[in-house]
């Protein structure tokens, strides 16, 4: 099949993206999209994963010989705010992917995404894999390209899916989480997959909570950060 995705311009900020296909090589994907961001002399694609334990973003050449990965996230733009097009097959099964904990910085942290081209329900997500995560980081964290909460990410941990009860991932998304000690690994299951018509973590979405939460806000002379704290059944004093 062949899917379009939208991608962020370069000069609104990057976008998190993860193929909803398999088997199309980064070359064959070039060729068919002349609009993703380059160097003058377009041998080098701002188009890459985040590596451990390098811990950083790597930048594809021109000669990379790399097959996009369902599954897999890469930070990306586009020249135009235009649209991707992937072309593969589709994953029917599962898809397992593993993450690690290594590296000197931002060791356990790992750029991934929704491997299907439908949307995959948050709450079936994180009940899959919250064992598989950073005890105190457990939530998908998405990139919102939007510095008001000082931050640029929206996180969606369980307490968020108790109070957006439906909330969906939308194709073609990436995002990171955060691997435990010794590494793990993450599966999608057909099972998550469902219908909607949301949009991504950078269009933004607005909480139609009922249960109670706050947001606390911190904010120096060139910063703002925002923590929300919600008050559910599976709240402890601590």
């Known amino acids: 099949v062949k899917y379009n995705r939208h991608v962020n311009s370069n000069a609104g900020g990057n976008d998190l993206i993860a193929p909803p296909v398999n088997g199309q090589s980064f070359v064959d994907f070039l060729s068919n999209n002349n609009n993703v961001f ?22 594809f050449a021109n000669t990379e010989t790399s097959t996009l990965e369902a599954g897999k996230g890469y930070r990306v733009a586009s ?22 904990k290594e590296g000197p910085n931002y060791d356990k942290w790992n750029l991934i995404g929704n ?13 899959a894999n919250i064992s598989e995560l950073d005890l105190f980081s457990a939530a998908v964290y998405g990139y919102d390209a939007d510095d008001t ?42 099972s998550m997959r ?12 607005n909480s139609n909570s009922t249960i109670g939460h706050s947001i606390l806000s911190i904010e ?17 004093t601590g």
Request: no cysteine.
């Open 115 to 127: 491997p299907y081209p439908t949307y995959i329900s948050l709450a079936d997500f994180l009940t």
């Open 220 to 236: 120096s002379a060139t910063n703002t950060f925002g923590t929300e704290i919600y008050f559910n059944d599976n709240t402890t």
């Open 194 to 205: 469902a219908t909607g018509s949301s949009d991504d973590f950078i269009a933004g979405r």
């Open 79 to 100: 020249t135009d705010n235009g649209t991707f097009t992937f072309s593969g097959s589709v994953s029917t099964g599962n898809v397992d992917i593993s993450i690690s």
């Open 38 to 59: 380059a160097n003058a002399t377009e041998t080098l694609f701002l188009f890459g994963p985040f590596e451990t334990p390098t811990n950083d973003y790597t930048l």
């Open 149 to 190: 909460n000082g931050s640029n990410w929206t996180i969606w941990n369980l307490a968020y899916s108790d109070a957006n009860p439906g909330t969906l991932i939308t194709p073609g998304q990436g995002f990171f989480v955060s691997s435990k000690d010794g590494g793990a690994n993450i599966s999608f299951t057909p």
